[in-house]
Structures are given as structure tokens and as C-alpha cells.
């Protein structure tokens, strides 16, 4: 048993209030939090919450109840929109274990990552900008991956993962150098040029392991390093405390990256057709290189050298786009016409070879030569430096509108038009520079909305390649470099497929804005921004959402898998103060219910109250 959430309300003043609050539960536990929200008018607003809770499982064995300390912390900082600059912040931090151990909200109970962010952005004029930010990043722990001694003391664990780091960017908008001042007209005006650069320190909690292998390197290290690769099943992250943080700190990374985006003028070609090429120079800076030397007896010796060093890259690309516009006349009743609008369009992309991110070295004896990599990891290709990419993508969209007559003339118009298909894309790429399997796979997407207020959404994926069984690839097969359809595979393979189906019921009128009543909108405002799942709104006497979904996937010969599920939730008002809410589904594959949620909610006008049981945890 437990009381939780009871406290005491300080309205410092107009622009900030303060909440102290606290728990205690009949096993020992207990629990303080704090959280306050702000505004300063036409300036910024915001909310901060900081929770700690110290909990007693209340395990019969005694030498177990050792007590757990949770913390959670989020600030939410949001500025309005004014002048050059702007400081904005969505920090959501916590110990890797609060939400399993004391969140009540299905959401929060079954969230597995955190990411925080405070950044600030600065623009100077109408071309240079500069911004940094601050960003943290948690993968809670894994608790299905625990293991326990005869006692029940947990003998490993995953500790989970943390990512941290400092970002900063600067840059200068495009600018057309030949238009300063407005320009003539003339074709070369429309040359663009601009510059960006972006950098960071970050550090993480992954252990580092480098696969330094004959098997993967295709030569043997003259000097390779002890650890080489992980235990098996042992975690690949460490856990961060005071005696990791040197560790922690001594793995943080240095980057930078640069580019400079030019844009050439665009090219009518045929009246109808746009091209429009471009070049963009880009890099990045290091702050290691590896330097590779051949010491005879089939071994090559790795030195890494400290410093700055630059790696630069450009490319190429070209696009081309147009529309094609056809009619079909029906002069029926109501329907005069459906217009399809196909909209084709193709890129090409090219990236030269670039010798400087590799080193030409010996490795054995025989005189064989590999392209190693200078900069990101031990390794590289065997007969090129891997770094010339040529390819072209295409996609083709049609868009179906149908030009109606209203159903009266009280409207005053001839005509109105509907969709009927919002979009239906073909997409798909082919790489010119791969020796095999140049083709991608082709995905096929469309949504439209029927009946006013279904909502439907498809997509699938198909591999133009056949496949062959092969005891080393599985129950999967091996892909060849043949189409499917010479191999009488079909046309293509289907890879996966998804199609959703979604609705809403509301009394007529319910989604039209409510014109405030109470003079703490904004301040409701801002915590219903900051808390969408305890929002109820009991101007509503009803809602119902239905969601159906189907996945189907596959991979080469294997087996396929099905996914099935119908969603339901909803809420209706029992009184105007009480409202019933609830969450639930049906896994139709496994013929069980899903993760299910009842609650009912009292409106007590400066308070609310709720009750939220959960009989099925999916």
C-alpha cells in the first residue's frame, strides 16, 4: 500500500510556481520529488520536474532487501520565436532503473531510451549562423539479460549504454556571388556557393574491441593489441561510476566535419524537363592516423600517430525532374473527371577515388598490396581503395485527384475537387561502380485517405535478385547476381509488407478549438505538452480510435513471418467530472490480448484524480 503525491503547492508568483511533493509505501519505501513550471511572456517557457525515490523490494530473504536509489530528472526549456538567437533544452535524464520501478504511465514503464539536449543558435545577418548544444543520450539495462546465483544475487548484468557529447556547427547560408545587388537576369546568377562546418567531443560507455584477425585483415600485426575480442555473451558495455570515468573520459572523440555545397544554375531541357547539376567539397579532420610498414615475415606493423589531420572528398550529382499531367473524362452524375499526375524524377551521383583516406602497403611476402585505411580503423580492401561511388537513383510518384460536382449549388461552385490517392511511389537506385548485385531493392508506398476519415498507409519491398540454396547462408539462401524473374523466381521477391488501417470517432464538432474558460490555459497548456498521456479532456463526452495493422516479412528463401494486431482506445465521460479511459488490443497471430490499460479520471477543478489498473502487460 502506498500514498503518493501528496505536497504542497507554492505559487511564487505569476510567471513561476513550485510543487513539493512526496511518497511512502508500506514495505519501507519512500520518495520526494519537486517540479515547478514557468513563462515569461513573449519570451520563453518552460517545466522542471526532479524525482528521487529510495526502494525496498520487500523480499522475504533479508540479505536481498538491499535498497535501490532511482533518480529522474527533465527540464523542458522553449523559447519564443524573437530577434537572432535562441537557447532551447529537452533534457530527460534518470538512473537505469526509475521507470521499472516506479512509473505508473504504460508509456514511461515500457521506454528503454532517454535523449537529452540544451542547444543555442545564433544568426548573424542574413547568411552566418553559428550554434552548440550539449546531448545525452541512455539505453536503460536490459533486465531479461540478468543472471542470478542459488541465492538470487544477480551475478551479471547488462549496465546498459551512455552516450554524451558537445556539439558545435557554424556556417554561411548559400549565396549567389554574381547577384549581390539583385543581378541582370543572366544565366550565371543563379550560381550558388555556401559552407558548413560541424564538429563535436563525445564519449560513450561501449568497450573498445578491434578485430584484428588474419581472417579479417587478410595479413597478420607485427604489433597487435591485447585485447582483441570479447568473452562470449559478456556485455560490450561497461558500467559508469567513479572508478570508470577515466575510462570513459580517455575514449571520447574528436570530430570535425566540413562542406562546401555549390549549386550550378538549373537547365530547362525540352521546356519541360529540370536539371539541375552540383558539386559539394567536403572533409573531415581526425586527430590519429595509422601508419602502416611492412617488417617482413608476412607481418605488418601499425603505428599510431597523434595530431590533426585533414581528409578531403568531392562529388558530383545531377538531378532531373518534370510532371506529366493526363485526364480522364467520365461525365457521370457526379463525377466529371480524375486527373493523374505522374511525377518522374532521377539523381546521379558520382564520388572520385580518394587515395589520401588510404595507404598503399605490402603484406606479405608474396608482394600482395592492400589499400589500408589511414583513419577510422585498422584494415581496408584488397586491389582499391573501396572509395569511388557512381550511382543513379530514380522514383516515379502519381497523385489521382477527382473533380467532382457538389452534391447542392447552395456552395456556389461548378466543381470542387477530392483525392483519391495521396501518393503512389515507385522508388528504387542502380550502383554503377559494384561488380555484382548493381540493383537495389524496390519499395513500393502509398496512403490516401477514404471515407473522410479512414486512414490508409502501404508499403512493401521487393529484391529483383534470385536466390539459391547454400548450406552456408541458412534457411535464408544465398542471393545471386541473376534477376529473379530469368531464374522463374517471379517478377521480384517480396521482401516485407506492411498496410495500416486507422479511424477516429467523435461527437460532430469535438475537434474545433474550445475557446478558453479559465485564465490558466497557457500554464495547462504547457504541462499537457509536457505529460500528453495524463492529459484527458473532459470538453470531449466520447472518442474511439481503431487501428489495424499487418506486417508480412521474408528474408531470400526463409520462411515468412506475420504480424497482425488490432489496436482500441478511447475514453467517454460517465458525468462531466468523470472520465473513462481505456488502452487495449488484440495480437491476432497470437490470439492474445496486448498490453492493456483501464483508468478512470475525477476532475476536481484544482485537482484531478485517477485510478489506472493494467490486467494485461502483453
Known amino acids: 500500500y502506498y500514498l503518493r503525491d501528496g505536497g504542497y503547492y507554492w505559487a511564487i508568483s505569476e510567471k513561476i510556481n513550485m510543487n513539493f511533493t512526496g511518497q511512502i509505501y508500506s514495505k519501507g519505501s519512500w520518495g520526494l520529488g519537486v517540479a515547478s513550471t514557468y513563462a515569461q511572456k513573449y519570451r520563453y517557457s518552460g517545466s522542471f520536474n526532479a524525482r528521487f525515490n529510495r526502494n525496498l523490494q ?24 524573437r530577434g537572432t538567437s535562441s ?33 543555442y543558435n545564433k544568426q548573424f545577418g542574413q547568411f552566418a549562423r553559428i550554434g552548440s548544444s550539449i546531448r545525452v543520450n541512455q539505453r536503460f539495462p536490459d533486465r531479461s539479460k540478468e543472471t542470478r546465483d542459488s541465492l538470487g544475487r544477480v551475478t551479471n548484468t547488462d549496465p546498459g549504454a551512455l552516450d554524451a557529447g558537445i556539439d558545435f556547427n557554424f ?18 546568377e543563379s550560381f550558388r556557393l555556401g559552407m558548413d562546418f560541424s564538429g563535436g567531443i563525445s564519449a560513450n560507455n561501449t568497450k573498445v574491441f578491434a578485430d584484428t584477425s588474419t581472417a579479417r585483415l587478410g595479413f597478420s600485426l607485427f604489433n597487435p593489441p591485447t585485447v582483441v575480442t570479447p568473452e562470449s555473451g559478456a556485455p ?90 493526363g485526364t480522364f473524362f467520365f461525365h457521370g452524375k457526379r463525377l466529371e473527371a480524375i486527373r493523374h499526375t505522374l511525377i518522374p524524377s532521377a539523381s546521379f551521383s558520382y564520388v572520385p577515388d580518394q587515395s589520401n583516406l588510404f595507404e598503399k602497403t605490402v603484406v606479405n611476402q608474396r608482394g600482395d598490396v592492400r589499400y589500408l585505411n589511414r ?34 449549388d447552395s456552395t456556389g461552385k461548378q466543381f470542387e475537387k477530392k483525392s483519391i490517392l495521396d501518393n503512389l511511389s515507385l522508388n528504387g537506385s542502380y550502383n554503377l561502380l559494384a561488380d555484382s548485385l548493381k540493383m537495389s531493392d524496390i519499395s513500393l508506398n502509398a496512403n490516401a485517405q477514404l471515407f473522410k476519415n479512414l486512414n490508409f498507409n502501404f508499403s512493401a519491398n521487393f529484391d529483383p535478385y534470385a536466390y539459391v ?16 524473374f530469368t531464374e522463374k523466381q517471379g517478377l521480384a521477391r517480396l521482401n516485407n509488407v506492411n498496410v495500416a488501417l486507422s479511424t477516429r470517432f467523435a461527437p460532430k464538432g469535438s475537434d474545433k478549438p ?66 473513462f479511459v481505456f488502452d487495449t488490443g488484440v495480437d491476432v497471430v497470437a490470439k492474445a490480448p496486448s498490453i492493456t490499460n483501464i483508468g478512470i479520471t475525477r476532475d476536481l477543478h484544482c485537482w484531478e484524480m485517477s485510478f489506472n489498473w493494467t490486467p494485461f502487460a502483453g
Not at 59 to 79: C, G, I
Not at 174 to 187: E, M, S
Not at 469 to 484: H, P, Q
Open 171 to 188: 556556417g554561411i547560408n548559400q549565396i549567389a556571388p554574381f547577384a549581390l545587388k539583385g543581378g541582370t537576369g543572366a544565366w550565371y
Open 375 to 408: 583513419y577510422r580503423t585498422i584494415g581496408g580492401n584488397l586491389t582499391t581503395s573501396g572509395t569511388s561511388a557512381a550511382g543513379i537513383s530514380w522514383s516515379l510518384n502519381n497523385l489521382f485527384e477527382a473533380k467532382m460536382r457538389p452534391k447542392s
Open 514 to 579: 474550445k475557446k478558453a474558460n479559465t485564465p490558466n490555459t497557457e500554464e495547462q497548456q504547457r504541462l499537457i505538452n509536457a505529460n500528453p498521456d495524463a492529459y484527458v479532456d473532459f470538453n470531449i463526452p466520447w472518442t474511439l480510435n481503431l487501428s489495424y495493422n499487418f506486417g508480412y516479412s521474408r528474408q531470400g528463401l526463409s520462411k515468412g513471418t506475420t504480424i497482425q494486431a488490432l489496436r482500441v482506445n478511447g475514453d467517454f465521460s460517465l458525468t462531466p467530472n468523470w472520465k
Open 236 to 325: 560490450t558495455t561497461y558500467a559508469l561510476n567513479s572508478q570508470s570515468l577515466p575510462e570513459f573520459i580517455k575514449n571520447g572523440q574528436l570530430t570535425g566535419r566540413f562542406s562546401v555545397p555549390i549549386s550550378l544554375p538549373n537547365i530547362k531541357l525540352f521546356r519541360y524537363i529540370n536539371i539541375t547539376p552540383g558539386i559539394s567539397l567536403s572533409g573531415e579532420t581526425f586527430t590519429k592516423k595509422f601508419k602502416y610498414e611492412y617488417m617482413g615475415n608476412n607481418k605488418v606493423k601499425v603505428d599510431t600517430l597523434q595530431g590533426f589531420y585533414f581528409a578531403n572528398n568531392v562529388s558530383f550529382s545531377a538531378s532531373m525532374n518534370t510532371r506529366v499531367y
Open 469 to 484: 540454396k547454400d548450406e552456408l547462408y541458412g534457411a535464408v539462401g544465398r542471393k545471386i547476381n541473376r534477376w529473379s
Open 87 to 119: 537557447f532551447g533544452a529537452s533534457v530527460n535524464i534518470g538512473s537505469n532503473s526509475f521507470n521499472q520501478f516506479n512509473e505508473f504511465s504504460t508509456t514511461r514503464y515500457i521506454q528503454n531510451v532517454a535523449s537529452s539536449s540544451v542547444q
Open 58 to 81: 520487500g523480499n522475504e530473504v533479508k540479505a536481498l532487501n538491499r535498497p535501490r536509489n532511482d533518480f529522474s530528472l527533465t527540464w523542458s526549456h522553449a523559447p519564443v520565436p
